[in-house]
């Protein structure tokens, strides 16, 4: 009887790991891989911290070039919190400001994902704020290297406001499946480089 | 008593391998349709704004109640000490286990945002009957796997009644859960009505015992041995005929309430009479050909005693039982609501008051049919690798 | 603090003294600077719609008292409406185009599988063909069924009476739906672009009439409302239950009102009149 116990924990297991699989590994794989990227950035952090300073005071210019900034493209003021909390943090500050939003009515600009948009926007070749549907979007610089599946901009502007908007729904478009996490990796490379302080700049 | 003896099925033709291939082609097709489903939203099945609910509910519900059902089985044999249907307990407890994942499969890939599904399982309104299900769905789960644990294992089996007993009164809340998903609606006139727990406990036997006699048929058509004695086929000739007689009845007091008041006479008229195909669905399709016609061939002496009989029987029970909750599903949310009572609608930028339009498109109804298929290939490897059945008859004469 | 936006219809309200005067701009409600607010006061000079000037006179101006970003919202005020049906127009759909720009819903014709927050609806009583139109959205009720049935607490009601959908946590599962007398929600069905950014909604989620809730935090009235008086009959009230001063107050006691379906006892927010 114990080959029956063994097997019906291993169907047990089997159905547990198929519901997984599809749907919550996903997104672990991806934290797993997030944090181990934190670590690693803590470290680089540390060690060039007064290089980063320099350095996006020097890179303004060509941020437009490269696509994407790690500053604020907009106000070109500081961010709420200093960098290294944001790369840490910005989850759960954006989590715990939603919810107060959404229960309490608190609509102050402290970590609000508007807020968060309005300042990071990066605009494109056309002069025109880019969507998250771009690779170059400042949020999927690091959330595609990590394979973090942005939940948010299925449904929030993932841009500034655009005075004339002309379709709303396009049913040509699909939504990211949370099968395919990935999706440009060299634009990644390079939006990433530049977020992580601007070290392609340096070389040149 | 001679100790009942298992085993795991064996001594099966290639027609078992076939039928398994086929079914396993079944499951990868809806597993392809709940992914294009999702892909490109539910803009692509015949679900919309009215009919909120179609085909992959349809589905869903009827797996989920006849999970419930097949359970039964093993109630029988253990919480009122029938020792007939013993043999069959360990097999009726697989079953209602394979149906339940098969039917919730089914539900959760319909979801609008099946990603979700972390969340449904984590956070919790407990004032609604669908939370409460979720939680009647997953413990009668864990409730069946401790109660087959009780039969499998020869120490544990003096428990197996109390386990039993836990997992019979779990399937009765369960059914009851699954029928107040309508009955807790009040807006809807053809909903709204206490009586859908019992209905849908009583049919809930009808198409769990359907399920259990073609599952044990198709194993004897492969193997050409004997799994359903003589004895067995007449009692479950007897239980079917009690239980249709049972979902004949609240069908009847369902409606007859309904009848009587006023008010509802929209909505009766439309079901039962005049709403398209929906009066076909009742009448021919579960009436006459779900309920009265098997009905009338398990009364015939001889036919409804043969194993032939109980089988054509089963799968019109199965089909009037689809019949039966797209009637109530589709059938219920087509009507159109009630909003200002006394008045009718003229004009509206919204379709209110018109006939709600529905037609299933392809992937709903393989998706639907991938959660059926699904729960039998389940069932067909867990009884090649476990003794769950009983070692087949010797023949008779 | 209140944002000086005027209403040029409410321009004989606002010219008078401390009263918030409310966004009718509803395209770029954000920011509005120190030019539109002169500009507003240019038009509240030259004094135009009068007669509408004269309905929201009485409205005080101020609704919905402009609350603090920082201060959460208390269930002292139950926010709500009151629509006139005798001032609703035949073919107007002011309300429904106003929505649909706020709110960033887009009716393309498919009416069973678009979303639509508020739409017109006609009715006519068979025995007496009189007929009688009115716009429709979601009624906020104190009771709320769709609150009652979702399964997540996405479906919730807020403390000051309006009903919500948190789509962080909607499954999509359309229970609500089903049980929502009103049929007040939609499905979005396909991928949402260009979302509003106060209003977002996307796929897979269901979502309804807000009550322009963005706009109420910020001490404004809802789209439908504004428009509604600016542009058309003036035959939407907002304003607080709770509060037995406000004029919605006042002219429900005053004048005979109706629930939609009030035998499901649910204790709408939005109510009717002359229906």
Not at chain 2, 126 to 142: D, E, P, Q, T
Not at chain 2, 216 to 237: C, H, Q, S, Y
Not at chain 2, 309 to 323: E, K, Y
Not at chain 3, 241 to 264: C, F, G, V
């Amino acid at each position: 009887m114990k080959r029956a116990v063994l097997a019906m924990g291993v169907l047990g297991l089997a159905i547990f790991s198929a519901v997984q699989m599809t749907f919550v590994a996903p997104v672990n794989a991806g934290a797993q891989q997030l944090t181990e990227f934190r670590i690693a950035q803590a470290a680089s952090d540390n060690n060039k911290s007064d290089k980063d300073t320099k350095a996006s005071g020097k890179t303004k210019p060509d941020a437009a070039k490269l696509g994407t900034n790690h500053g604020s493209a907009v106000n070109g003021g500081e961010c709420i919190r200093p960098t290294k909390e944001m790369r840490k943090n910005h989850m759960d500050m954006i989590l715990h400001k939603r919810d107060e939003t959404m229960y309490k009515g608190i609509r102050t600009k402290d970590a609000s994902l508007k807020q968060c948009i309005s300042c990071h926007a990066i605009k494109g070749d056309e002069g025109t704020f880019i969507k998250a549907t771009d690779p170059k979007h400042f949020c999927r610089g690091c959330h595609d290297q990590v394979a973090v599946r942005i939940d948010c901009f299925d449904c929030h502007a993932s841009r500034p406001e655009v005075k004339k908007d002309s379709a709303h729904l396009n049913p040509h478009q699909k939504r990211l499946s949370p099968f395919a996490l990935v999706q440009d990796k060299k634009a990644t490379a390079t939006a990433l480089n530049s977020f992580l302080g601007g070290q392609a700049n340096d070389k040149k | 008593m001679a100790r009942i003896q298992f085993q795991t099925f064996r001594d099966h033709d290639n027609k078992f391998i076939l039928i398994g291939a086929l079914i396993a082609l079944l499951v990868g097709i809806g597993a392809l349709s709940a992914l294009y489903m999702e892909h490109n939203g539910h803009i692509v099945t015949g679900m919309n704004n009215q009919i909120v609910w179609g085909m992959p509910h349809v589905f869903a519900i009827f797996l989920i109640v006849a999970a419930s059902g097949a359970l039964n089985i093993a109630s029988i044999s253990s919480v009122f000490n029938k020792k007939a249907y013993k043999p069959y307990a360990r097999f009726s407890g697989l079953l209602a286990i394979c149906l339940l994942i098969g039917g919730l499969l089914v539900l959760v890939l319909d979801l609008g945002r099946p990603d979700r599904l972390i969340v449904a399982m984590t956070t919790y309104n407990f004032k609604s009957i669908f939370a409460w299900n979720i939680i009647l769905y997953n413990g009668f789960i864990a409730i069946v796997i401790v109660y087959l644990w009780t039969m499998f294992q020869k120490n544990l089996n003096g428990y197996t009644k109390y386990a039993g007993f836990a997992a019979f009164i779990w399937r009765l809340l369960l059914t009851m859960g699954t029928g107040s998903i309508f009955g807790f609606l009040v807006a809807r006139e053809a909903y709204d009505s206490a009586i859908y727990a019992p209905l849908f406990i009583i049919s809930s036997f009808v198409y769990g015992l359907a399920f259990t006699v073609l599952f044990l048929a198709m194993l004897e058509w492969t193997t050409g041995k004997n799994f359903m004695p003589k004895d067995i086929v007449r009692r479950f000739r007897g239980l079917f005929i009690v239980f249709i007689g049972g979902v004949l009845f609240f069908t009847l007091i369902l409606h007859l309430a309904n009848l009587y008041a006023s008010q509802h006479h929209g909505v009766e008229e439309f079901l039962l009479v005049n709403g398209g195909n929906f009066p076909t669905i009742f009448w021919g399709g579960q009436i006459i050909l779900g309920s009265l016609l098997p009905l009338a061939i398990l009364a015939s002496s001889s036919f409804g005693l043969s194993r032939r009989g109980l089988v054509l029987a089963s799968i019109l029970f199965l089909l009037g039982g689809i019949a039966q909750i797209y009637f109530i599903l589709i059938g219920g949310q087509s009507y159109p609501l009630n909003l200002f009572p006394g008045m009718e609608v003229t004009q509206s930028g919204f379709s209110d008051g018109a006939i709600g339009h529905y037609s299933a498109t392809m992937p709903e109804i393989m998706l639907g049919i991938g959660g059926l298929s699904l729960a039998l290939l389940m069932t067909g490897i867990a009884v090649k690798v476990l003794p769950f059945l009983p070692k087949p008859w010797a023949d008779e004469a | 603090m209140t944002r000086n936006n005027f209403d040029f219809s409410e321009a004989g309200g606002c010219g008078t003294s401390s009263c918030s005067c409310k966004s009718q701009d509803t395209g770029k409600a954000e920011d509005v600077t120190k030019r539109d607010f002169l500009k507003g006061s240019a038009y509240a000079a030259g004094g135009i719609s009068l007669t509408s000037a004269l309905t929201l006179f009485t409205f005080g101006g101020s609704p919905a008292q402009a609350k603090e970003d920082e201060t959460a919202i208390s269930s002292k005020q139950r926010w709500g409406m009151l629509i006139d049906a005798d001032k609703c127009g035949d073919d107007c759909d002011t309300c429904v185009s106003a929505c649909s720009e706020e709110n960033g819903w887009k009716n393309t014709g498919n009416p069973l599988t678009d979303t639509i927050w508020i739409r017109k609806i006609k009715v006519k009583n068979p025995e007496t063909e009189h007929e009688t139109t009115m716009p429709l959205m979601c009624l906020h009720c104190e009771k709320p069924p769709c609150v009652d049935v979702c399964p997540t607490g996405a479906s919730f009601r807020r403390d000051d009476g309006i009903v919500l959908v948190d789509r962080h946590i909607c499954i999509g599962c359309r229970y609500c739906m089903m049980a929502c007398p009103y049929k007040a929600r939609s499905f979005a069905h396909e991928a949402v672009e260009d979302q509003k950014e106060h209003a977002p909604r996307g796929i897979g989620c269901v979502e309804s009439c807000t009550l322009c809730v963005h706009k109420i935090d910020k001490g404004e009235q809802p789209a439908c409302v504004s428009a509604c008086s600016k542009s058309a009959g003036g035959a939407m009230l907002f304003g607080d239950l709770n509060d037995p001063e406000s004029e919605i107050s006042q002219t429900i006691k005053k004048y005979a009102t109706t629930q939609m379906r009030a035998d499901l006892g649910l204790n709408v927010g939005v109510r009717y009149q002359n229906i």
